[in-house]
């Protein structure tokens, strides 16, 4: 028997499942047993086997295998993992290649890695910056391969507040998903952001 004291729960969803975790304190008294000197064993964790024994005084050698279904779903996961790469690396390749063979001044958003690392994120949103800088990566080999001009413009001064045709600033709240200024502008918040970095990129080519 033994008590414990919830200290913390945090609910969290990982892909469409929810968690619940209990962070708490336990009491346990550990129970008194004759302890036999000669039952001994050691213990090394490896990688070709999960686990190998060293028992007793004569060193009897154990190994033990990740069982088999463990291996299996293993075998699985990563082969769909490299699947997954290819088929990532494979799409940005070429719109990379459509992009920079079509256009001389290119204008990107300057990732911010710091600002991605700091705060709480969700795994789908971690999975994506990853996949934007191997975007930005192939996209900036491409430029350079084709000879055109790639520009990373800070995301502070190609900010999504300001109106890419007035140049105004206002507060734009996250959900809000149309731009709309004072001078007429009314358009995607997201195709405003675009214009003001590829009107940064040009101005940065004079
Ligand atoms: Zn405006």
Not at 6 to 15: F, L, S
Not at 16 to 40: L, Q
Not at 129 to 139: K, Y
Request: charged fraction near 25%; aromatic fraction near 10%.
């Amino acid at each position: 028997m033994f008590f414990f004291l919830i200290i913390q729960t945090t609910i969290i969803k990982e892909r469409d499942k929810w968690h619940v975790v209990f962070s708490c304190e336990i009491e346990k008294e550990k129970p008194k047993v004759k302890i036999d000197p000669k039952k001994t064993v050691g213990i090394d964790l490896g990688l070709k086997y999960f686990a190998n024994l060293a028992i007793g005084r004569d060193n009897h050698f154990v190994t033990i295998e990740n069982p088999k279904y463990l291996r299996k779903a293993l075998k699985k996961l990563s082969n769909l993992h490299c699947y997954l790469k290819n088929l990532r690396l494979d799409f940005f390749h070429k719109l990379a290649l459509t992009i920079v063979k079509s256009h001389d001044i290119i204008g990107v958003e300057k990732m911010n890695i710091k600002a991605m690392m700091q705060g709480l994120k969700t795994l789908s949103r971690a999975i994506s910056d990853a996949a934007w800088g191997m975007f930005l990566n192939c996209l900036k080999n491409k430029a350079f391969e084709y000879g055109k001009n790639l520009y990373e413009v800070s995301s502070f001064l190609a900010s999504t507040q300001l109106c890419s045709k007035c140049g105004q600033k206002k507060e734009m709240k996250l959900g809000q998903s149309k731009y709309s200024c004072e001078c007429g502008q009314n358009i995607d918040r997201d195709h405003n952001a675009a214009i003001n970095i590829k009107n940064l990129a040009v101005g940065m080519t004079v």
